[in-house]
């Protein structure tokens, strides 16, 4: 986990502007780290809970579903690049 994730988790989402993207940041990059969608969703929580004007649930919700829904989609697009490698005879973790 790098530092601007460490410091969103310790010091919150920041002021109401900035909460928005500062949760979306923590939840992309933590789900790209193939962190389970649960523990991102537990971290998710206590980012909010530790802002001064927390996010809804409602919208936390929203924000979490719209990111996981992007993420899948990259591992599909990663799996066919991996399956077209691999019928041509290359492999992607050896490259």
Known sequence: MNGEIFEILVNGLGDKDSRKSKLTLLIRKSLSRNIDPEQVGTLAL????????????????????????????????????????????LDANRL
Do not use: D, V, Y
């Open 46 to 89: 206590i980012a909010n809970n530790n802002t001064s004007n927390p996010l809804s649930l409602k919208e936390i919700t929203k924000i979490m579903n719209f990111e996981m829904q992007k993420e899948i989609e990259r591992r599909k697009r990663i799996e066919e690049i991996n399956n077209k490698l691999h019928e041509i005879g």
